[in-house]
């Protein structure tokens, strides 16, 4: 908690849409939480574009170009050392983090979902695929979930969660786009949570 803001490291793959969110919320002089570094493992994606428009540290730790999973895993535990991170903040980080890491990190890892968890999770539902699934289930409510990261995808404690109505008529891309509009929403009320409490017991 440096000059009493949770530090944060952004972990991202694409887009960053929810990176943006987090950046806005961050640059309130009044949210409790900073955005040290925002790591990518993919090159060159649009989310790297928007941390160095605000003038945030990035990492690339490309999987591509390590051996192993736990190769690929020393890299990240090397970008973040010594930079007084709190919590990491999966924001459409498209890589499974092994229970090796997560331990290194108990309770300070969180992701956003698109779904209403424990509905339409786990291994393989991200994406359109989720909101395939919300789809093809008939459920009358999808939204977003904002968890703790445990070994088991999609399955740490909830944070908290939004919902969305789906409607008569929605496809895959209607449904996304109210969804990830609660996901932006979600994400820094759940950062600002974690914020709060640890400045409760500090
Ligand atoms: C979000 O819907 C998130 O829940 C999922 O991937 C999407 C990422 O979007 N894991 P963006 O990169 O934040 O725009």
Request: proline share 6%; net charge neutral.
């Amino acid at each position: 908690m440096k000059e009493g803001k949770l530090q944060l490291a952004v972990f991202i793959s694409g887009n960053g849409s929810n990176l943006q969110a987090l950046i806005d919320a961050c640059a309130a002089p009044d949210f409790p939480a900073r955005i040290a570094l925002v790591l990518s493992n993919r090159p060159g994606v649009f989310g790297v574009k928007r941390a160095k428009r605000a003038g945030i540290e990035t990492a690339l730790v490309d999987h591509k170009t390590f051996p192993t999973r736990a190769a690929f895993e020393q890299a990240i535990a090397k970008a973040l050392e010594g930079r007084g991170i709190d919590l990491i903040c999966l924001a459409g980080f498209m890589r499974i983090l092994t229970a090796d890491f997560l331990s290194q990190w108990a309770e300070q890892v969180i992701n956003t979902h698109p779904s209403l968890l424990p509905r339409h999770g786990g291994p393989g539902m991200f994406g359109e695929h989720v909101h395939r699934a919300v789809l093809d289930s008939g459920d009358t409510q999808s939204g977003a979930t904002i968890h703790y990261v445990i070994p088991e995808v999609d399955q740490g404690p909830v944070i908290l969660q939004k919902t969305v109505p789906v409607l008569p008529g929605d496809t895959v891309e209607t449904l996304a786009e109210r969804v990830i509009a609660q996901e932006h929403k979600a994400y820094p009320e759940a950062v600002r949570m974690i914020a709060e409490k640890q400045r409760e017991t500090s």
